[in-house]
């Protein structure tokens, strides 16, 4: 009787410990959080804190005319509030160095070097779409108009698509949500990138090795694969497996924008060959969600045929072909299309992708994860012949007979088409 008893003891004892060890693992992941608004954020000491719980942005909040004419999108995960860890740059990785700014249009970003050599960048959560603004939409007062549609990026889509690439084996650059307050060592950065939320991640290029792939020379961007390519000729290969997989993971999640800059290259030495491994990198337009009267026009294939919204199916796969696709594939077997979209189909179960969300914290997951898994899971099932039509699509439109010319979509370099061979 009395061992029954102790062990109903032992047992009541361990389901507490349990529990509250549940509990607190869950919700006080750090240990010293201070909630960040408007109001504090240029008073707090973020050396007294190791977390802040921030909105991406309260610019997108909605009303009843913006949704019907502008869409709902994305508008409440950008205003919902999520713990992320304070970065300081002379602590981060035994301390970094700014090498440059850099960034596109629209994201403001830091590049950064560790004392190994380790190419980092900061990239900011959320957007200036302002120089893309054309002068007829400032003219008409439409400014805004532009400013909201960064509302259909989903700001933490990085994270899940990072999550998901792993589970299909496609390289990803480890992005992870900071906030990067004011601080010394940003000097003249600090009015341009302090007290904001950045993805921090690894750089698509550089001359370490940061992958998980052995025997890597260096990591180059699309750019300088071109220049290897005319200095070591037939002795580079791309390798078309990869490729393929990585093309056909975006069409999982609705990754329209692929332009030529957005993926760097792991160079592998094999004997007395290299083989180039793509490195998909910039997953800002994942998951991207286009709803309301504007952005549906916009969306339109005949209107700008590359801005392809993330629905449950692929309706027009001429927007989703770049020069990009027909520079490296073109005339591959059709066979290397379908193996990959198969080998996706059984390696991203049902049970894969709903783990994936556990990166998202919960307030974020209840209000996206129920309709980003439909639309993954449809677009999931029909693989196989969104990968058949990706390869007539691609030898349709033929040749590209110039070097690829970074995010430009149809105007290149002057110069040969290099041809690289099948791996």
Known sequence: ????????????????????????????????????????????????????????????????????????????????????????????????????????????????????????????????????????????????????????????????????????????????????PKQKKLDTYNDKFGNRLFLLEYETKGDVNWTNLEHIDEIVDTDNLQELKQELGSKLHIDKKALIRARLFDFIIGDWDRHAKQWGFAVQKTDSSYLAIPIPGDRDNAFFDTDGIIPSIISNQHVVPKLRPFEKNIDFMEGLVYPFDRYFLLDTDEAFFTTEAKAIQDKLTDKIINESFMVWPKNIRDLNQTEITAKIISRRNNLTEYAIRFKQEIDRQGEVRRDLKGSEDEEFNDGLIHCFECN
């Open 1 to 180: 009787m009395k061992k029954v008893f102790y062990f109903i003891i032992v047992a009541v004892l361990l389901f507490i410990v349990l529990t509250y060890w549940s509990l607190s693992s869950t919700d006080n992941t750090f240990e010293r959080n201070k909630v960040l608004n408007l109001e504090n954020i240029e008073s707090v000491n973020f050396h007294d804190y190791d977390s802040v719980l921030v909105a991406a942005s309260y610019l997108y909040e909605p009303n009843y005319i913006k949704e019907i004419m502008q869409g709902e999108q994305y508008r409440d995960v950008w205003a919902a509030p999520v713990q992320v860890r304070i970065l300081f740059l002379d602590t981060l990785f035994g301390g970094v160095t700014i090498m440059k700014e850099g960034g596109g249009n629209q994201t403001h970003s830091l590049k950064l070097v560790t004392s190994d050599s380790i190419e980092y960048a900061l990239r900011s959560i959320n957007k200036d779409p302002k120089p893309l603004i054309p002068q007829f939409a400032t003219k008409l007062g439409l400014e805004n108009i532009v400013v909201d549609g960064i509302s259909a990026q989903h700001p933490y889509g990085a994270l899940l698509s990072a999550r998901l690439s792993e589970a299909v084996e496609v390289l990803h650059t480890n992005p992870r949500v900071v906030f990067l």
